[in-house]
């Protein structure tokens, strides 16, 4: 019996400017704390790009230097019109994408997921293709790593501090797939990065990450 082709899902990305990106792990990483948060979302896009159900991945930012590493990658990119903040940038992502691809199912996504792998990420969009509207809570269950809205439904993002019971309050549906951790293996400070290089980051992640003291 022949697979059903299940339709692809626009990702959408968000970047701060890389001078103002991952500040908690200021004190940690130093001078390479940009580069840092540059190899995460290059690692991160890599990774999504790879993933059978990824048709794009929009890149939602005013970083011109980061902009340009990632359309390297494959990336699409949307300057960031609204300069409203993380849900103000996911929502306009959201809706760019749908009106400049045509685009049915969108996903907003951390880029911050440098041990995303592929298959994982696969396994939690077929999963999100069932629902109208559903998210992934990150590996601590208090934020989201990923969510996803079905064709003409609204995104309306709610990330930031406990996201998680505001995206399942707003009527989301959770995805509790028990075996993707890369998928929720965001990293925002020190403990996180060691976590992620345990799971296995990807290769610029990994090269950077060893000139710091963990």
């Known amino acids: 019996m022949a697979l059903v082709s299940l339709p692809r ?15 908690r792990l200021a004190d940690a990483t130093g001078a390479l704390r940009p580069e840092l948060a540059m190899a995460f979302a290059q690692d991160t896009v890599a990774a999504a790009l790879s993933c059978p159900s990824v048709a794009r991945v929009l890149v939602v930012s005013d970083d011109g230097v980061a902009g340009a590493a990632l359309a390297v990658l494959g990336a699409e990119l949307l300057p960031d019109l609204p300069g409203a903040g993380l849900n103000a940038a996911l929502a306009h992502g959201a809706e760019a994408a749908r009106e400049r691809f045509g685009a049915g199912r969108v ?39 990923l969510l996803a ?20 309050r707003s009527g989301a549906h959770e995805l ?39």
């Open 9 to 23: 899902w626009t990702l959408v990305l968000p970047l701060k400017p890389l001078a103002r990106a991952k500040s």
């Open 107 to 145: 996903a907003a996504l951390s880029a911050d997921l440098p041990a995303l792998r592929p298959a994982e990420l696969d396994r939690v969009l077929r999963a999100a293709a069932g629902q109208r509207r559903s998210f992934l809570a990150d590996a601590q269950g208090i934020g989201t790593t």
């Open 149 to 168: 809205a079905a064709a003409g439904v609204p995104l309306a993002p709610g990330f930031e501090g406990g996201s998680r019971l505001r995206h399942s």
């Open 176 to 214: 509790t797939l028990p075996d993707v951790p890369s998928v929720r293996r965001d990293v925002d400070t020190l403990d996180d990065l060691r976590e992620a290089l345990a799971l296995g980051t990807g290769p610029r992640t990994t090269a950077l990450a060893a000139l710091v003291s963990l």
